[in-house]
Structures are given as C-alpha cells and as structure tokens.
C-alpha cells in the first residue's frame, strides 16, 4: 500500500518561500497512471487544489496559484516537492500530499486515492 509523507518548516516569514516534500514508500512515482498531488486547507475552509505532478513529470497548477507556485520530482528519492513563493498569512494551512488515478482539481477527497497525514504551516513574523 501506498504510503504519503509530508515534510518541511512548520514556520514560514512572509515574502519567504515555502518548501514541502511529499516522501512516497510502497510504490514509485514514475509508475503507472497516477498523479501526484499538493492540497491545502486553511483554517475554517474547505479543501483547495494547488496542483500536480504526473509520473511522466508533467506539471499542472492551480490557475490562482500558479504564479506562485512549483511542483518538482527527486525520482531517485521517490520524493516531489511544492514550493510557493512570496508566502502571506493567507496561506497558512495543513498541507496535504495526495496520490489520484486521474488529474483531479478538485477539493473533494474522495477524488484522491492516498493522503499523507498533512502538515500545518503557519506563515508568521
């Protein structure tokens, strides 16, 4: 079974830029059809989107978030890692990582086959 693990400060200055990474055990990265996903929740809402990795290393990004926002692979780690620039404290929240069959953009967490178990950060001076 495939197992998510999130990592990274739980403490981030605004202006800075926020970096997570996604360790994946019990199943590589770059096999089958998946999609690698980073999603969020900022406290008192719902589920938000923020983008994709597939296994071929295409990247797609939430349109609100793209500017801001990169999705890299370490494929000989079997790790994928989010970074979102210019960080305010509207971007605190749990951030998840998420494996689903097909590119989902949605909130919805049935959409999503595997989570990590999140991780709170909190964007703060």
């Known amino acids: 079974q495939v197992q998510l693990q999130e990592s990274g400060p739980g403490l981030v200055k605004p202006s800075q830029t926020l970096s997570l990474t996604c360790t994946v055990s019990?199943?590589?990265?770059?096999?089958?059809?998946?999609?690698w996903n980073w999603i969020r929740q900022p406290p008192g809402k719902g589920l938000e989107w923020m983008g994709a990795?597939?296994?071929?290393?295409?990247?797609f990004y939430s349109p609100s978030l793209k500017s801001r926002t990169s999705i890299s692979r370490d494929t000989s780690k079997n790790q994928f890692t989010l970074r979102l620039a210019s960080v305010t404290p509207e971007d605190t929240a749990v951030y998840y990582c998420?494996?689903?069959?097909?590119?989902?953009?949605?909130?919805?967490?049935?959409?999503?086959?595997?989570w990590g178990q999140g991780t709170q950060v909190t964007v703060s001076s």
């Open positions: 998420a494996r689903s069959y097909a590119l989902k953009t949605t909130g919805w967490v049935r959409d999503y086959d595997d």
């Open positions: 990795i597939h296994k071929s290393g295409s990247v």
């Open positions: 019990g199943g590589s990265i770059t096999s089958g059809y998946y999609y």
